[in-house]
């Protein structure tokens, strides 16, 4: 049942951030709320949206590692989750012709880590890693939503602050389940 949810809850936060994508007022608009890149260049938010985009590129990345090298299926199933939801967002800032940049020096320190480690040592340290991310994660989108006047960007920093905070706290009982 658990699952389901799970995933009912990701396919409606996807779906609507295509509605708003679509509903909104237009390119520029979408570009504003979901554009780590480019959105906001002229501020000081850019480092921010550039961060962020950099955690979930790590995160993306090491979640698909973890869908092949993951021991423990609940292990297994939170990479899917998480793989799938980065994916989406990935896809849709390509659909809007923004590039999604390669992790950062500490993303490719944690995937240069988790390659040299298999079985219950990988799932320990993939879920250590996607807590860690996450952590960080909220800590930026925190301070992205405080920094930015944009009424837009501070709605859907709300809306992704709920799902990173899911992230660290499903990921955490996981990690104590492992230990």
Do not use: C, W, Y
């Amino acid at each position: 049942m658990e699952n389901k949810d799970q995933s009912s809850r990701r396919s409606f936060l996807t779906n609507s951030i295509k509605s708003a994508v679509i509903i909104g007022a237009g390119t520029s608009f979408a570009s504003t709320i979901l554009n780590p890149l480019t959105a906001l260049a002229q501020s000081p938010t850019l480092a921010l949206q550039t961060k962020i985009a950099a955690l979930g590129s790590t995160s993306l990345k090491s979640s698909k590692l973890a869908l092949t090298k993951g021991k423990n299926a609940e292990v297994k199933m939170f990479a899917k989750f998480e793989s799938t939801e980065q994916e989406t967002v990935g896809k849709i800032l390509t659909d809007m012709g923004t590039p999604v940049p390669v992790e950062n020096k500490e993303g490719k320190d944690i995937l240069a880590k988790l390659t040299t480690l298999n079985g219950s040592a990988f799932d320990k340290a993939f879920m250590q890693a996607q807590v860690d991310t996450h952590i960080k994660l909220k800590a930026a989108v925190s301070s992205l939503m405080t920094a930015t006047a944009d009424k837009h960007t501070k709605h859907i920093t709300s809306l992704a602050l709920v799902t990173i905070q899911e992230h660290i706290e499903r990921g955490t009982l996981l990690l104590n389940k492992l230990a």
